[in-house]
C-alpha cells in the first residue's frame, strides 16, 4: 500500500479509482508529504537570505502562475468561457501546471462538481458543510479527491497532451525548480554583485512564490464562502469580497461568479477590478484567443433589480 502511494507522487493515474466514501473526510497523510515539505520549506528563506532578483521572481511567477489558474485552468478548462488554439491551450495548461496545483483536468473537473453541487452536502470544500480548514485544503489532500473525475471533462480529456499533464503532474513543477536553481547558478557566476543563487530563486522564485499562491487561491473555496456582500440570490454562500478579487486577479467577485459562471468576466460593475478579464482582452486584441464569452444584458438588469429589491428592504 504504501508503494502504491509513493508512486502516486509521481503518476497521480497509478491508482485512478476513487476512494471509498468513507475516504472522503480522511486525509492521506503519506501522499500529502510533499505538500507539508514545501510549506516548511519556505524556513530556508532564513539560510539563503533575499535579493531584488529574487523577490522579483517570486512576484512576476505569482502573478503568471495566478493568471494561469484564473485565466486557463478556471475560465477556459473550467467553464469554457472563450476559445483558443490547441498549441494556446498546452502553453497555458503547462504554465498552470507549474503552480503545483495538479493538472488542468483534474483541477477543472472537480471545480465543475463543485457548481453543481455548491454548498450542499456533497460539496467537497464547502465550508457551510464540513468547515474552514476543509474548504481550504483539507478536502485536496483526501484520498477520496485525488483522482481525476474523467467523466466530468472529457471535452478535454480527448488531447492526449492535457491527460500526460495531468497524470505526471509533478512533472512541469520540477523542471520550473530546476531552471530556477540553474538560472541563479549562472547569475551568481556572471554577476555576483547581484547577490543571488540558485537555492536563493529555488526559495524565493518556487518554494515561497507557490506557498503564497496556494493560500491565496484556496480562499476562493473558503472565505469567498463565507465573508463578503451577496448581490445576487443564489442557492449557495458564495460572496464579492473585493479585497480578495485583488489578489487573485478578479475571482474574488465570486457571487456575481456562482450566479452567471460562463462569462469570461466575473467583475460585472466598471468598478469591479477584475485583471483576469483584461489580460484575456489583450490576448484577444493579439489574437491567441477569441469568442469571450460576455456578461449577458439580462443577467444586468437582474442585477439591478436585485440591487433596488435590497433598498427597499432596507427602506422598509
Given at each position: ?49 533575499w ?17 494561469a489558474i ?38 477543472a ?19 457551510r ?9 483539507g ?62 530563486l529555488?526559495v ?13 487561491t ?28 485583488v ?23 466598471w468598478?469591479?477590478?477584475d ?32 440591487r ?9
Amino acid at each position: 500500500m504504501k508503494f502504491c502511494t509513493l508512486r502516486r507522487w509521481f503518476d497521480s493515474y497509478s491508482d485512478h479509482a476513487q476512494a471509498d466514501s468513507a475516504a472522503a473526510h480522511k486525509i492521506d497523510w503519506l501522499r500529502t508529504i510533499p505538500f507539508i515539505a514545501l510549506h516548511l520549506s519556505v524556513l530556508f528563506v532564513l539560510v539563503v537570505g533575499w535579493s531584488p532578483i529574487a523577490l522579483g521572481i517570486a512576484i512576476g511567477l505569482y502573478c503568471l502562475r495566478m493568471f494561469a489558474i484564473t485565466g486557463f485552468y478556471h475560465r477556459y478548462f473550467s467553464h469554457k468561457a472563450f476559445r483558443t488554439s490547441r498549441f494556446m491551450q498546452f502553453l497555458f495548461a503547462v504554465i498552470g501546471a507549474s503552480a503545483v496545483q495538479r493538472g488542468p483536468l483534474w483541477w477543472a473537473a472537480h471545480h465543475r462538481l463543485h457548481h453543481v453541487n455548491a454548498d450542499k452536502d456533497n460539496d467537497e470544500h464547502s465550508p457551510r458543510q464540513h468547515g474552514f480548514f476543509w474548504s481550504h485544503m483539507g478536502w485536496f489532500l483526501s484520498r477520496h479527491n485525488f483522482a481525476t473525475r474523467l467523466d466530468k471533462i472529457q471535452d478535454f480529456a480527448r488531447y492526449p497532451e492535457l491527460r500526460f499533464l495531468d497524470r505526471f503532474d509533478v512533472l512541469i513543477p520540477t523542471l520550473l525548480a530546476v531552471s530556477l536553481f540553474v538560472l541563479g547558478e549562472t547569475l551568481a557566476y556572471l554577476t555576483p554583485e547581484a547577490g543571488t543563487n540558485g537555492w536563493q530563486l529555488v526559495v524565493w522564485g518556487f518554494v515561497i512564490s507557490t506557498v503564497v499562491l496556494y493560500h491565496i487561491t484556496f480562499t476562493i473555496n473558503s472565505l469567498a464562502h463565507s465573508f463578503g456582500h451577496r448581490r445576487f440570490d443564489t442557492r449557495d454562500d458564495s460572496r464579492n469580497n473585493p479585497l480578495l478579487a485583488v489578489l487573485t486577479f478578479g475571482e474574488g467577485w465570486h457571487n456575481n461568479h456562482h450566479f452567471y459562471p460562463g462569462s469570461a468576466r466575473q467583475g460585472f460593475a466598471w468598478w469591479e477590478f477584475d485583471i483576469t478579464y483584461y489580460l484575456l482582452r489583450l490576448l484577444q486584441a493579439l489574437g491567441l484567443i477569441w469568442d469571450l464569452r460576455p456578461v449577458p444584458d439580462r443577467v444586468l438588469q437582474q442585477r439591478s433589480r436585485t440591487r433596488l429589491k435590497h433598498t427597499a428592504r432596507a427602506v422598509s
